[in-house]
Structures are given as C-alpha cells and as structure tokens.
C-alpha cells in the first residue's frame, strides 16, 4: 500500500473544502471513519478514486494511485485549508486474511476493536501508528499507517507474529487478484480518468 500517493488536507476549512472536491458527503464521515469517494471534473466526469482517512475534525489523509497535488492545491481559493503532500512520509502496511484480527491483537494489544472503515491510533513496539479496518480485497483486513522512519520496525515485528500463521508478503500482482474476486474497480482497468 506504501506507494499510493498520501495527501494530508488540513485546517479550519478541511471539511468545507472537501465536501466541494469530493463526491461523497465527507460530512458524514466522522473523526474515527474512513470514507471511498471519487471526484470529478467540472463536468461531472470521474478523475480518479481514494480513500480518506479523517484524523480529527480539521485533519485528514486522503490516498490516490496517481499524483492529484496540483489538483487539490489550485483549488483551495481563499479558504483555511493546506494540501501537503506526504507521500514519502507514511508507509502502509495491508494484513489481509482470517488472522488479521488475531494477529494484530498480538503486535497492537491496547488497540479498541474497530468497525469496518474506521480507524484508531495504535502503538506497535515503539512506533505510534493509526490502523484502519480498510483494505483491497474482500477478506477481513486493516491498513497500518506509520511513519517512513518506523516502517520496517513494524514490519519486521509484524511478520514475527504473523508467520507461525503462514502469512506471506505478497506483491502487486496478488493484490489484483483479490481486488477482482472482492468487485473492486481500478483505475485504467475498470475506468478511465477523464484528465487524459
């Protein structure tokens, strides 16, 4: 999940600016909830898909496959609101599978269970993390979201829990699969972006 681009969509204003940037009411998303949204040209034609994360009230983490910065920078107008890309700053580590839960009760013990699309702030080992029960396939799964510096500590800690339960890294080509079997679209695949 590491190289999706990671837009962090902040201050007085954030939610007032999304709710004109994307076509799902962000609104409704509370602190604590994720929310899959698309948004669209001025005629109403899809430029591409994401997930948002929202941190707090005014503070939000907004994922996409290709670069959309200069997108969501041209149009903050007057409004209290910073678009800043972190795209380097977050690793985002994808457990998938029927032992996701039980292993990440093992590496994130104080962790409050959490409802599908939400997230909590973690701790794993040393390093403060947010989980999200999100994910791209059908199956149970959480996104850890850490910061670049205290990637591979998680990591390396996650997979000395997860392989007594057979837990494999798996790449690009794997996630595509699962995405097709669980009826998830992708961009120049199931769709086209309109900017192009």
């Given at each position: 999940?590491?190289?999706?681009?990671k837009?962090?969509?902040?201050?007085?204003?954030?939610?007032?600016?999304?709710?004109g940037?994307l076509?799902?009411d962000?609104?409704?998303?509370r602190?604590?909830?994720?929310?899959?949204?698309?948004?669209?040209?001025?005629?109403?034609?899809?430029?591409?898909?994401?997930?948002?994360?929202r941190?707090?009230?005014?503070?939000?983490?907004?994922?996409?496959?290709?670069p959309n910065m200069?997108?969501?920078s041209?149009?903050?107008?007057?409004?209290?609101?910073?678009?800043?890309?972190?795209?380097?700053?977050?690793?985002a580590?994808?457990?998938?599978?029927?032992?996701?839960?039980?292993?990440?009760?093992?590496?994130?013990?104080?962790?409050p269970?959490?409802?599908?699309?939400?997230?909590?702030?973690?701790?794993i080992g040393?390093?403060?993390?947010?989980?999200?029960?999100?994910?791209?396939?059908?199956?149970?799964?959480?996104?850890?979201?850490v910061?670049?510096?205290?990637?591979?500590?998680?990591?390396?800690?996650?997979?000395?829990?997860?392989?007594?339960?057979?837990?494999?890294?798996?790449?690009?080509?794997a996630?595509?699969m699962?995405?097709?079997?669980?009826?998830l679209?992708?961009?120049?695949?199931?769709?086209?972006?309109?900017?192009?």
């Amino acid at each position: 999940t590491s190289p999706l681009f990671k837009y962090r969509i902040r201050g007085r204003d954030a939610e007032k600016y999304l709710s004109g940037m994307l076509a799902r009411d962000i609104r409704k998303c509370r602190p604590g909830q994720a929310q899959y949204t698309v948004w669209c040209d001025d005629a109403g034609w899809v430029l591409e898909d994401g997930v948002v994360l929202r941190m707090s009230d005014d503070d939000f983490l907004l994922t996409t496959a290709r670069p959309n910065m200069a997108y969501f920078s041209d149009h903050t107008d007057s409004m209290s609101v910073e678009v800043e890309d972190e795209s380097n700053a977050f690793g985002a580590l994808a457990l998938q599978g029927p032992y996701a839960r039980e292993i990440l009760s093992q590496i994130a013990p104080d962790m409050p269970e959490i409802g599908y699309f939400h997230l909590a702030p973690a701790k794993i080992g040393d390093a403060a993390v947010t989980v999200s029960r999100t994910g791209y396939t059908g199956d149970l799964g959480y996104e850890i979201w850490v910061e670049a510096d205290d990637a591979v500590a998680v990591w390396d800690r996650l997979f000395e829990v997860a392989s007594p339960y057979g837990v494999i890294p798996a790449g690009q080509n794997a996630l595509l699969m699962t995405r097709v079997e669980a009826g998830l679209i992708l961009i120049d695949i199931d769709f086209e972006s309109a900017r192009y």
